[in-house]
């Protein structure tokens, strides 16, 4: 896998998660799965890390609008596994987490489910870090 392709496969992963997310924590509001308070909370806990990533992704694609023919090397299979393996984990944990507060009993206290969000973020938010930040440099970096 060419780094060109690697950047455009995760940009467009981290992109649909990050409003994927949303449309979780939207939809459980909606089916009153979440109390207004509790919906605010999570939007404001989730999007914040989210929207760092995807506008770095959206920043790089505004400002690199032309399609470059240049030869590139294969990255190696554990960086592109690496790459792709903690922004999904990320996002299904988040996902699960999501589903678990609004469709179980699991997570009944709404403050139970801000502790596991916020360890979440704290474990997988710093790795997403180190992949996006490489691949999505500003221009000219």
Same mark, same amino acid.
């Given at each position: 896998m060419t780094r060109a392709r690697l950047? &455009?496969?995760?940009g467009i992963i981290l992109i649909l998660g990050?409003?994927?997310?949303l449309s979780l924590l939207v939809l459980g509001?909606?089916?009153e799965r979440f109390l207004f308070t509790e919906f605010t909370t999570s939007i404001a806990l989730i999007f914040p890390m989210f929207a760092?990533?995807?506008t770095a992704i959206v920043r790089f694609i505004l400002q690199n609008p032309? &399609?470059?023919k240049t030869k590139e090397i294969n990255l190696t299979g554990m960086y592109a596994f690496i790459s792709f393996f903690f922004p999904m984990l990320l996002i299904f944990s988040c996902g699960g987490l999501i589903l678990l507060k609004g469709n179980v009993k699991a997570?009944?206290?709404f403050e139970n489910f801000k502790i596991a969000l916020?360890?979440?973020e704290t474990i997988f938010a710093s790795y997403v870090g180190l992949v996006v930040t490489p691949l999505f440099k500003e221009k000219g970096v």
């Open positions: 950047r &455009n496969s995760l990050h409003f994927g997310i509001f909606i089916k760092g990533y995807t032309e &399609n470059k997570l009944t206290n916020a360890i979440l």
